[in-house]
């Protein structure tokens, strides 16, 4: 059986791919000196916070995977006192500054909380975390496999490289590394991607894909720059929760919150005053109903209340801004994961989950009356008045009279 010809295109590509990554090669060792002086100096970080254990590398530095232009995966291992996890990372954030380190970036809202920075004399990127036995273990696997077949290391050398140049993945967005979310997760998201640009071309609108780095004004001001005077409209939608009653409540944890809610729209807010894009419509912030006060929720409210006063704010000085309080979602993210009694709780609480269709009605209902800020979310009458007045009171009584009128019992599934 004959085998099919050889796209010559796709061999140039794939040849200068892999040309690039030997060139990259001559470079290890230079690197490989730079990772060891950071590795002495994060566990000289170790010590001074009475931390026992130890600072290594893994990834692509341990599983010989790493070239010239490989970032430094390093974690500590061990105990770090009475301190959680964030706060102990946010301690090295403070000292890091101060020890030859730049561009530091806390991202607790990754799957595996870490601190980004870069190293100033060899100008490598570092990602710090904190006892990810998984990681280790798995950069030990790949080592193996490497060890037992050689075209395993080559394959995945340039397989690593090709998912980091094409912008393919990043555990700071909470997804899979290189390795795994190469091949994995690049095919569904074009798909899904697939169907968004044919569904937007049926409307006449040209979609693309592209990252934006909203941690740092200089992140924004990149992305919005390349933009201007293009920009139309813009949806701040990204979210952090880091929920604690008050006595375990930190500051870290106000930091992880804050970072991805109002900084971030501060961020573009300031973009948006420098860099002008005349035929800007809008801009939507997602806030919460978090914001009237939430059990738990101290930093999420704080952060949402912000917004909403960023969106008065840009509307009171002539620019479009509007802020959402949105509920609860019945059909996505969380609630899609609950069990059938949880569900059933909660519907039966004073402010149950809405569907998307309702959610988007909402939406449009609120943004018809030109407000800069509003909110969507629907209300159990008889249980919403049940917690705020007791049985016995007159506007209570008349509640229950006026509800049992004119609206339905909640049934077990929840109030419609």
């Excluded at 006892?131 to 080559?154: F, H, I, P, T, W």
């Excluded at 840009?314 to 609950?338: D, Y």
Aim: net charge neutral; aromatic share 8%; hydrophobic share 40%.
């Amino acid at each position: 059986m004959s085998q099919p010809p050889l796209d010559h295109k796709v061999v140039a590509l794939l040849t200068k791919d892999l040309d690039d990554v030997m060139k990259a090669n001559a470079l290890l060792e230079e690197r490989e000196k730079a990772a060891k002086r950071i590795r002495l100096v994060l566990a000289g970080i170790a010590r001074q916070l009475c931390m026992t254990g130890e600072v290594q590398a893994f990834g692509s530095f341990s599983n010989g995977f790493k070239t010239g232009t490989s970032d430094l995966d390093v974690v500590f291992l061990g105990t770090t006192g009475t301190d959680n996890t964030i706060s102990v990372l946010g301690k090295f954030a403070s000292l890091a500054a101060d020890l030859g380190f730049e561009n530091v970036t806390k991202i607790f809202s990754a799957s595996v909380p870490l601190v980004k920075f870069t190293d100033v004399k060899s100008q490598m990127e570092v990602d710090f975390c904190i006892n990810n036995e998984l990681g280790v273990r798995n950069s030990l696997l790949l080592q193996s496999y490497s060890r037992c077949d050689n075209r395993v290391l080559l394959l995945g050398r340039l397989v690593k490289d090709w998912a980091k140049k094409h912008e393919l993945v990043g555990t700071a967005d909470g997804y899979l590394n290189s390795y795994a979310a190469g091949l994995r997760e690049a095919p569904k998201a074009a798909a899904r991607h697939g169907e968004v640009q044919q569904k937007a071309a049926e409307l006449g609108v040209k979609v693309e894909q592209g990252r934006m780095d909203m941690s740092s004004q200089a992140g924004v001001d990149k992305c919005i720059k390349e933009i201007t005077p293009n920009l139309m409209g813009f949806i701040h939608s990204a979210g952090v929760l880091q929920d604690a009653m008050l006595p375990n409540q930190t500051w870290e944890k106000f930091e992880a919150v804050y970072d991805s809610k109002h900084r971030a729209a501060l961020y573009l807010h300031d973009s948006l005053d420098r860099f002008q894009n005349p035929n800007l419509q809008f801009l939507w912030l997602f806030s919460s109903t978090s914001a009237y006060g939430n059990m738990g929720q101290s930093n999420y409210s704080a952060s949402n209340s912000f917004l909403d006063a960023l969106a008065r704010h840009r509307v009171a000085t002539g620019k479009p801004c509007t802020a959402i309080h949105w509920g609860a979602w019945g059909e996505v993210g969380m609630a899609a994961n609950m069990d059938e009694g949880m569900r059933k709780r909660v519907m039966m609480g004073p402010m149950p989950y809405f569907s998307v269709a309702q959610g988007l009605q909402g939406l449009e209902g609120g943004l018809k009356t030109g407000l800069p800020e509003f909110s969507v979310f629907i209300v159990n009458p008889p249980a919403m008045f049940g917690m705020i007045q007791g049985d016995g009171h007159p506007t209570q009584r008349y509640m229950r009279n006026w509800t049992s009128e004119w609206l339905p019992t909640p049934s077990p599934s929840g109030y419609q």
